[in-house]
T-cell receptor, first 109, second 116 residues
Framework: AQRVTQPEKLLSVFKGAPVELKCNYSYSGSPELFWYVQYSRQRLQLLLRHISRESIKGFTADLNKGETSFHLKKPFAQEEDSAMYYCALSSNTGNQFYFGTGTSLTVIP | NAGVMQNPRHLVRRRGQEARLRCSPMKGHSHVYWYRQLPEEGLKFMVYLQKENIIDESGMPKERFSAEFPKEGPSILRIQQVVRGDSAAYFC??????????????FGQGTRLTVV
């Protein structure tokens, strides 16, 4: 069974502090992992994907196959990072996308 | 490319009425996904469709909810005899075929359903 787990529903950090949003997955094949972000009253949009190995808005995420994790990290949180973050998995046998239940990040000024 | 278009943006229905939510995927996308977001909750998968086929409806309530993605026209999520608990934001996403490099899912702006 495919599953994406985001253990933290809510996360608050102070501005300038490091932030890590956790994501664990279970999948029998080789999935593609994504992070999506939803700012207040906006549509979900792709933040980054593991195959690109890129840093977007200071965020990075490394796929750890041994721990089946894809945690999202940023060394210094900014107020504009406050949003809902979703970890997602795309299967390699079809086009199914599985989303975690999301983590609401609040950056305290 | 206008992106994923959902309409209406806001829909108010009285209890017992029917709600029809429409989603036009991005041009060239043949895969559509519907998700529900309850107030203060995360995104919950409902159904995954390809043209004229339901691939995975494991997240759909067994009664009153149905979805289709016809050969022509938008995907429709239909909720019959709505109840207050159906009030939520319903998001649609679309993606290309797996064979292409870019398998990212693109989201619409959602339809906010309010049942009064």
């Amino acid at each position: 069974a495919q599953r994406v787990t985001q253990p933290e529903k809510l996360l608050s950090v102070f501005k300038g502090a490091p932030v890590e949003l956790k994501c664990n997955y279970s999948y029998s094949g080789s999935p593609e992992l994504f992070w999506y972000v939803q700012y207040s009253r906006q549509r979900l949009q792709l933040l980054l994907r593991h195959i690109s190995r890129e840093s977007i808005k200071g965020f990075t995420a490394d796929l750890n196959k041994g721990e089946t994790s894809f945690h999202l990290k940023k060394p210094f949180a900014q107020e504009e990072d406050s949003a809902m973050y979703y970890c997602a998995l795309s299967s390699n046998t079809g086009n199914q996308f599985y989303f975690g239940t999301g983590t609401s990040l609040t950056v305290i000024p | 490319n206008a992106g994923v278009m959902q309409n209406p943006r806001h829909l108010v229905r009285r209890r017992g009425q029917e709600a029809r939510l429409r989603c036009s995927p991005m041009k060239g996308h043949s895969h559509v996904y519907w998700y529900r977001q309850l107030p203060e909750e995360g995104l919950k998968f409902m159904v995954y469709l390809q043209k004229e086929n339901i691939i995975d409806e494991s997240g759909m309530p067994k009664e009153r909810f149905s979805a289709e993605f016809p050969k022509e026209g938008p995907s429709i999520l239909r909720i019959q005899q709505v109840v207050r608990g159906d009030s939520a934001a319903y998001f649609c996403a679309s993606s290309r075929d797996r064979g292409t490099r870019n398998t990212e899912a693109f989201f619409g702006q959602g339809t906010r359903l309010t049942v009064v």
